[in-house]
């Protein structure tokens, strides 16, 4: 019964696209949010191939938060991503509600350490 325990997981590798900003709060908390951008290709009609690039914000809060503003400060950094997809509300700037889904990172890894790793060990 894998459907009953995975039902919002996401998992992205790509690259940072908007380093990341804090948000400090009174209760000790905190959230960073950034950016990163994955890339998908196909080939058209030409044959020729094509990038697509899709754009995701991602939150991180706490321990997480402090690790992406210590290794995601570079724009171009390659990160992988472990986390679910959350959605929130807002008003906009002309008083509009308006609702984006965003990733809430569970896992912050950054491609190149794990490569290095992987090679140590």
């Known amino acids: 019964m894998i459907m009953n325990t995975v039902k919002n997981k996401v998992q992205l590798v790509g690259n940072v696209g908007m380093t990341p900003e804090l948000r400090d709060f009174n209760n000790g908390r905190k959230v960073a949010r950034f950016s990163i951008a994955t890339h998908d290709y196909y080939k058209n009609a030409a044959g020729e191939r094509v990038q697509q690039t899709h754009w995701f914000m991602v ?37 509009q509600k308006r609702t984006m889904v965003e990733v809430l990172a569970g896992e912050l890894l950054l491609v190149e350490d794990e490569a290095k790793a992987q090679v140590n060990s």
């Open 59 to 95: 939150v991180a809060w706490n321990g997480l938060a402090d690790t992406a503003m210590e290794k995601l400060q570079q724009k171009g950094t390659e990160v992988a991503v472990n986390g679910k997809l959350i959605s929130r509300s807002y008003q906009d700037k002309n008083g």
